[in-house]
């Protein structure tokens, strides 16, 4: 069993849908990570986050720690949303743990 | 701030050939990482340096792999001789020890054939 699973592996909606991913962890962890990766460009860092909710426009990332479990929502989803979105998990940024990806295609 | 800086972005070689990989941290972090990413394997920890110094490359595949860090703000990714199976994106990122914030540059696609 891997230490970060996320799902779905891949997801495809409509344009408005509101979207869901998921994240859930076996290992100990100060952080929790979402990444964002456009197809054939980099990765961008969209929450990191240790508890609770953090919110960015139309993005929202939630943590259960107890639950080992955090997810990322996203509202009003548009094409450009489409993208793989990378959990990732460590003690801190040094040992950090990846998720497999999930891959979101929002079609208009 | 330009972000952190990769280059080149995209490299093509021959097995055995040499390959370098570069990369310039954003000025002012202290923690940099090298990472590759597959299809199979997805992100891995290559080597990471605090400070410039090389603190855990245990992720580093085999001796082929080097990495170094002359000063805060260049470090390279070296593969010699490099092979098929190092076909790959390699990404560098840095951070201030701390904070916990990731920031990736645009990656450097190799292809090996």
């Known amino acids: 069993k891997n230490e970060v699973e996320q799902s779905p592996q891949n997801l495809t909606a409509q344009e408005g849908e509101f979207i869901t991913i998921n994240c859930s962890y076996s290992?100990?962890?100060?952080?929790l990570h979402w990444l964002q990766q456009h197809p054939g460009g980099g990765i961008v860092s969209l929450f990191m986050?240790?508890?609770g909710k953090k919110k960015h426009g139309r993005l929202i990332a939630t943590i259960n720690i107890q639950e080992k479990h955090s997810s990322l929502h996203i509202t009003a989803s548009h094409p450009r949303d489409s993208a793989v979105y990378i959990c990732a998990v460590g003690p801190g940024a040094q040992k950090l743990v990846f998720g497999q990806g999930t891959r979101l295609t929002i079609n208009p | 701030d330009a972000g952190v800086i990769q280059s080149p972005r995209h490299e093509v070689t021959e097995m055995g050939q040499e390959v370098t990989l570069r990369c310039k941290p954003i000025s002012g972090h202290n923690s940099l990482f090298w990472y590759r990413q597959t299809m199979m394997r997805g992100l891995e920890l290559l080597i990471y340096f605090n400070n410039n110094v090389p603190i855990d490359d245990s992720g580093m595949p085999e001796d082929r792999f080097s990495a170094k860090m002359p000063n805060a703000s260049f470090s390279t990714l070296k593969i010699q001789p490099s092979e098929p199976r190092d076909s790959a994106v390699y990404f560098c990122?840095?951070?201030?020890?701390?904070?916990?914030?990731?920031?990736f540059g645009e990656g450097s696609r190799l292809t090996v054939l």
């Open positions: 290992v100990g962890i100060s952080a």
């Open positions: 986050l240790s508890s």
């Open positions: 990122a840095s951070t201030l020890v701390g904070t916990g914030e990731l920031f």
